[in-house]
């Protein structure tokens, strides 16, 4: 049984920094692309960056394109997001997903199987 559980937000300022985790369990790690997904109250889920298996492909959203940064450990079964400059408008309820078949890799919602409970961050003026 797969299961993901998202750690590391929290409020802090404009201009500030976080870096969430994503701890995975139930399958072998290096196989799986893993994403980051947000959702801000009354919006849509959206795609945040994406990482594929071993970390040599990464893909993010224009919104957060040179503020945020993807990584994986493999060896620690764990995926993060770097997140600086943080705005008011990133914040958001964010999520880690990872999708059922293995050496996929994509930036939509529908392709990913399994979800985290997801981590609040909130970003104030």
């Known amino acids: 049984q797969v299961q993901l559980v998202e750690s590391g937000g929290g409020l802090v300022q404009a201009g500030t920094s976080l870096r969430l985790s994503c701890s995975a369990s139930?399958?072998?790690?290096?196989?799986?692309?893993m994403g980051w997904f947000r959702q801000a109250p009354g919006k849509e889920r959206e795609f945040v960056a994406a990482?594929?298996?071993?970390?040599?492909?990464?893909a993010y959203a224009d919104s957060v394109k040179g503020r945020f940064t993807i990584s994986r450990d493999n060896a620690k079964n764990t995926v993060y997001l770097q997140m600086n400059n943080l705005k008011p408008e990133d914040t958001a309820v964010y999520y880690c997903a990872t999708p059922q078949m293995p050496y996929s890799y994509s930036r939509n919602t529908g392709d990913y199987d399994y979800w985290g409970q997801g981590t609040q961050v909130t970003v104030s003026t």
């Open positions: 139930g399958r072998t790690f290096s196989l799986y692309s």
């Open positions: 990482i594929s298996r071993l970390g040599g492909t990464v």
